[in-house]
């Protein structure tokens, strides 16, 4: 069988994310195995089938004489394994990969780019500085023809292509990880009072968690019967995150709920009636997805990622982007009117069926990973 490596920085994004891709993977002939930094969920992958090499790697890493150590890791475990195609996830895997695959010689490789990230929204200096060494790297790494890009939108496709960092000829846009629908069924939203707007991110500024906060207290100005739900925690990792004692602060001031990480999280958007996003940019967004699936309107800024996937008046209530006005616009008009929460969440569920579903993903990946095995078999 042809081996295909899957590298990601960590297992449970590997278990959270990818099991769609890696099984479509196995379904186009390969034998699929996961480099990554091991934990608590390695067991899992294992027992899905998946043999796993730990990875030192940190997704948080800021050391470079960790960084280099990472990076020889990787090449070692490449001319190890000798794969026919190594399967990159997000960008720090993409850079470290890349390079490991050239100089292994690995034949094949894919570069999935889940969501440009900080360093592609901020405009800081900083950012702008990592983003000045970024991209020519990223060239470099992906200007082999033997390299594809896979992106979840199309404003992430023109921004690679744009930067010269990809090709039209060499991206394929795939919508999404593929969501499992049996486990986010259709449920009738509650009957409680009063209307529930629930947010499922990690606590990150660039969420626009900021600017749903500063709706939320337009909201509360208006008398406006409808409660903001936060699930997520902070990640220190990002230097977006936003502190434990803000989101207190917050709660406090009786603007929204803080629910912290939560692993019932199909249960809580079932106890819901409005899914919320504002996020600044996304790859394709999960947490709006599993809210569509269960049958509930979304309302998002209009940024990439977000409007793929968000239609105006047809599946939720798409929004200028930072404008808080709209933002608690958009939601007063879907606290107020629950005919309409119903009809828009009717078509979001259907609109998962149709195309983002981890069924319609999945045979859109093995068709993706059966060409890679055709080009592959004619290069030998």
């Given amino acids: 069988m042809p081996k295909m490596l899957f590298t990601v920085t960590e297992d449970w994004a590997f278990c959270s994310h990818r099991l769609p891709t890696a099984f479509a993977a196995r379904d186009a002939g390969y034998d699929v195995v996961v480099v990554a930094r091991l934990g608590k969920h390695q067991r899992q992958i294992q027992e899905l089938g998946f043999r796993t090499i730990p990875w030192s790697i940190k997704r948080e890493g800021l050391n470079p004489f960790g960084e280099l150590g990472a990076l020889l890791d990787l090449v070692r475990i490449y001319k190890q394994e000798r794969p026919d195609v190594a399967y990159h996830v997000a960008i720090k895997s993409i850079m470290y990969g890349s390079i490991a695959a050239r100089l292994a010689k690995i034949p094949q490789t894919i570069n999935l780019f889940s969501g440009l990230g900080v360093v592609f929204i901020s405009n800081a200096f900083k950012f702008r500085l990592i983003r000045s060494l970024v991209t020519p790297l990223l060239r470099w790494a992906l200007k082999p023809l033997c390299t594809r890009l896979q992106v979840q939108n199309k404003d992430d496709k023109d921004l690679l292509n744009g930067l010269g960092i990809g090709t039209s000829n060499r991206t394929d846009l795939v919508p999404g990880s593929g969501l499992d629908i049996e486990n986010f069924p259709v449920t009738p939203e509650p009957q409680s009072s009063p209307p529930k707007a629930t947010l499922v991110a990690r606590m990150l500024w660039d969420k626009g968690i900021g600017e749903l906060v500063e709706a939320a207290r337009l909201l509360k100005d208006r008398n406006v019967a409808i409660e903001i739900e936060l699930v997520g925690a902070p990640d220190p990792a990002n230097p977006a995150s936003i502190c434990e004692q803000q989101l207190k602060a917050w709660q406090s001031e009786g603007l929204i709920t803080c629910l912290g990480r939560r692993s019932d999280v199909a249960e809580i958007l079932k106890q819901s009636h409005i899914a919320v996003l504002p996020s600044y940019r996304e790859g394709m967004p999960r947490s709006p997805l599993e809210a569509a699936s269960i049958g509930r309107p979304l309302v998002a800024f209009d940024t990439p990622g977000c409007r793929d996937l968000v239609k105006d008046h047809e599946n939720g209530i798409l ?49 993706i990973f059966k060409r890679t095995g055709h080009t592959n078999a004619h290069k030998e």
């Avoid at 009717?346 to 045979?363: F, G, L, P, T």
């Fill in 319 to 367: 929004v200028p982007f930072q404008d808080v006005k709209a933002l608690a616009d958009g939601l007063e008009q879907l606290a107020l009117n629950a005919s309409l929460r119903q009809s828009l969440g009717k078509q979001a569920r259907k609109d998962i069926e149709n195309v983002y579903c981890a069924s319609a993903i999945q045979a859109q990946l093995t068709a």
